[in-house]
């Protein structure tokens, strides 16, 4: 077990929020289970905002964007035009505003009522700002059907990386893909990118011959390679979830509903690891309603992919990390799966609720794996979670501990904190769960999802909905008071449900002994452990180890080097920590491979806390570079960045 104790906020224990009804309002509701969001009354939209981008959704709604695209590997770019069909919700607008970074902006048009396109006057803003980028304001008195942006991306995209044929797999071929949550879109499609927003998709794309080009939309498994793609989303998505990837891609079923896209020679590995997806949507399916996304297919990305997984709608984006041979790492695909539900259904109308769609899609993905794998496994996982809860919260970030956040709270949405957002959210569902009962709660979700289907929606109209479909349902479980406590103040309320892992208990014995008088637990019982048992024991260890009992662990266990991402981000650390330098050179190479941030960032962390260390990671980033994300390059440079601001210890 980790020493820091949870961090509790007494005054959180004991008040009630006051801040619960002074929400801002956001999506007003419509039908459910309709695909096409109503418009809504212009006198309730205007009140919709969404600090982090530029755009009016209260004043006009992109309801449909055309894509038409020429994807170039030798420029690092794609150009062309990006087509919006608009609902003028306010009579009287005369802007169109949409965000963009870093795009260079060549003409804007507007469809006339003679059916011909005419330029419209644009200004990009003389200022980017860092966090959102640049405003593009289009006038539009006319206020067209249809407005079409022509445009060209930079090489340097924040949500695109392009890869040389050396960063991949098959090392032949470039690849590129994009990763757009939370407001990188706009790096490579000037639009509305909030959530509040929902639009239908088609693209029209090109590319060399050779390159297979995906979208989050209708792949077909059996595409023609001919270097001319086109997709369609009919559903209507928020702009996070727009995607495309190209590259040396193969496809290989799963069953007929699911499959994976990988380079080839990962795509069978993949395709073994990730056999259980048909269960996972068949368990899904029975407690939520039905999967309503088509097909549902997982990209395997390079090992640079800076996320675990990204849940981009009838394609998953996954990190090549999870596939470690005995499926132990594929709760990440009932993740991303879960998303179907919780997040691209039903989604948060800004960053801020992040929660909704990270904690309830959390939640559910443990549900999923416990259907799959029993409650041992779904139990080792929700403890883990928790365990890195208590050692992220402190006293200095408890304005990040509140699921539902305020306004100027999150400066950089992709700063959001994952412990809040994923495992407080998740014990807030448990603990609804357990008090309400599993098969109440479970009908609660399903109905929820099916009210809001194909809508955004905020922390309030949640709270909303649950107080009239569960709270007052059912008197006497939950008192608001508790349920607010959970939504809007900090820290973990003091009597929220605990997890018993007999599983655990017995790690937790074979540490002790081994720190007591090096006594390593035998073979017959580690041969059995799956990632989960390794994390939990390398967790557990003090903060640091002498050498003696790192080298021990090592010959044992051969930690250092290993090809399970999970225990190198456990072991790492503690072997920088207790200055077990015989590992650098396998940290070295490690920081280079993965690009994944969750997997390196504690890593970094812990190198660049000592003047050796922080050579180390210096070292390593220069190399490591070329090869990784912008969102990776972004945390590590901070990491480097913080430690030097900082006087030397
Ligand atoms: N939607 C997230 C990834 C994300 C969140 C990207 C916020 C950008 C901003 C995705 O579903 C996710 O949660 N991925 C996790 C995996 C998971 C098993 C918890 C990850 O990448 O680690
Ligand atoms: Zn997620």
């Known amino acids: 077990m980790r020493h820091t104790p949870l961090m509790l906020s007494l005054a959180a224990a004991l008040a009630v929020s006051a801040c619960a009804k002074n929400e801002t309002p956001a999506t007003p509701a419509t039908p459910a289970a309709s695909s096409t969001a109503a418009a809504a009354p212009a006198t309730q939209a205007a009140a919709v905002t969404d600090e982090h981008s530029f755009s009016q959704p209260g004043k006009v709604r992109t309801t449909d964007l055309a894509l038409d695209l020429a994807l170039d590997f030798a420029k690092k770019t794609l150009s062309g035009t990006a087509t919006y069909t608009l609902d003028w919700l306010d009579p009287t607008a005369t802007q169109l505003v949409l965000d963009t970074r870093d795009l260079t902006i060549a003409k804007a048009e507007g469809l006339g009522a003679d059916g011909k396109w005419a330029p419209l006057q644009f200004k990009l803003a003389d200022t980017a700002d860092k966090v959102l980028g640049t405003k593009l304001t289009i006038e539009t008195p006319e206020r067209p059907k249809q407005v079409r942006v022509t445009y060209t991306t930079s090489p340097n995209a924040s949500g695109l990386q392009w890869l040389e044929p050396s960063m991949t797999a098959g090392k032949k071929q470039p690849f590129m893909f994009s990763q757009s949550q939370q407001i990188h879109a706009r790096s490579w499609v000037p639009l509305q990118d909030t959530p509040i927003v929902r639009f239908s998709y088609t693209a029209h794309v090109t590319a060399p011959k050779d390159a297979m080009v995906l979208m989050s939309a209708d792949n077909d498994p059996k595409a023609a390679r001919d270097g001319d793609y086109s997709f369609k989303m009919p559903q209507k998505i928020p702009s996070y979830l727009l995607a495309i990837a190209a590259g040396d891609l193969v496809f290989q079923p799963i069953t007929d509903k699911a499959g994976v896209w990988?380079?080839?020679?990962?795509?069978?590995?993949?395709?073994?690891?990730?056999?259980?997806?048909?269960?996972?949507?068949?368990?899904?399916?029975?407690?939520?309603?039905?999967?309503?996304?088509?097909?549902?297919?997982?990209?395997?990305?390079?090992?640079?992919?800076?996320?675990?997984?990204?849940?981009?709608?009838?394609?998953?984006?996954?990190?090549?990390?999870?596939?470690?041979?005995?499926?132990?790492?594929?709760?990440?695909?009932?993740h991303e799966l879960a998303h179907s539900w919780s997040g691209n259904l039903v989604t948060f109308s800004t960053a801020k609720d992040a929660w909704l769609n990270e904690g309830v899609t959390s939640y559910v993905e443990n549900r999923i794996v416990e259907a799959l794998y029993g409650k041992p496994r779904s139990d080792m996982e929700l403890v883990i979670?928790?365990?890195?809860?208590?050692?992220?919260?402190?006293?200095?970030?408890?304005?990040?501990?509140?699921l539902a956040g305020k306004p100027g709270e999150l400066k950089d949405p992709d700063d959001n904190l994952s412990s809040t957002v994923y495992t407080k959210g998740a014990w807030f569902m448990q603990f609804l769960e357990q008090r309400f009962g599993r098969e109440n709660f479970d009908a609660f979700l399903r109905g929820y999802f099916d009210h809001f289907a194909f809508q955004s929606i905020s922390?309030?109209?949640?709270?909303?909905?649950?107080?009239?479909?569960?709270?007052?349902?059912?008197?006497?479980?939950?008192?608001?008071?508790?349920?607010?406590?959970?939504?809007?103040?900090?820290?973990?309320?003091?009597?929220?449900?605990?997890?018993?892992?007999?599983?655990?208990?017995?790690?937790?014995?074979?540490?002790?002994a081994f720190l007591e008088d090096g006594t390593l637990p035998s073979s017959d019982a580690t041969g059995k452990w799956t990632t989960q048992e390794w994390v939990h024991f390398i967790e557990g260890m003090p903060t640091t180890l002498n050498l003696k009992q790192m080298e021990a662990l090592d010959a044992a266990y051969k930690f250092t080097g290993t090809p399970n991402g999970e225990i190198a981000q456990r072991w790492y650390p503690l072997a920088v920590r207790s200055g077990y330098t015989q590992a650098n050179e396998a940290i070295s190479a490690f920081l280079q491979k993965i690009g994944r941030r969750k997997l390196i960032m504690p890593?970094?962390?812990?190198?660049?806390?000592?003047?050796?260390g922080l050579k180390l990671a210096e070292a390593t980033f220069a190399k490591a570079k070329p090869g990784y994300h912008p969102i990776t390059t972004g945390s590590v440079q901070a990491a480097i960045d913080g430690a030097k601001s900082k006087p030397a210890q």
């Open 603 to 612: 890593t970094y962390n812990e190198l660049v806390k000592t003047p050796e």
């Open 262 to 334: 990988a380079e080839p020679g990962t795509v069978k590995p993949a395709a073994t690891e990730f056999a259980d997806t048909g269960k996972m949507i068949d368990t899904a399916e029975k407690l939520y309603g039905p999967y309503r996304w088509d097909r549902y297919d997982i990209l395997v990305l390079p090992p640079s992919f800076p996320y675990g997984g990204m849940e981009n709608p009838r394609l998953t984006f996954a990190t090549p990390t999870v596939i470690v041979g005995d499926k132990s790492l594929v709760s990440l695909i009932a």
């Open 459 to 512: 922390s309030q109209q949640f709270a909303d909905y649950a107080k009239a479909n569960l709270l007052d349902k059912y008197p006497g479980k939950v008192t608001q008071e508790e349920f607010d406590q959970w939504l809007y103040e900090p820290g973990v309320p003091s009597d929220a449900p605990q997890i018993a892992s007999p599983t655990f208990d017995a790690i937790d014995a074979a540490r002790k």
């Open 385 to 402: 979670n928790r365990n890195e809860l208590k050692a992220e919260y402190n006293e200095e970030n408890t304005p990040l501990q509140k």
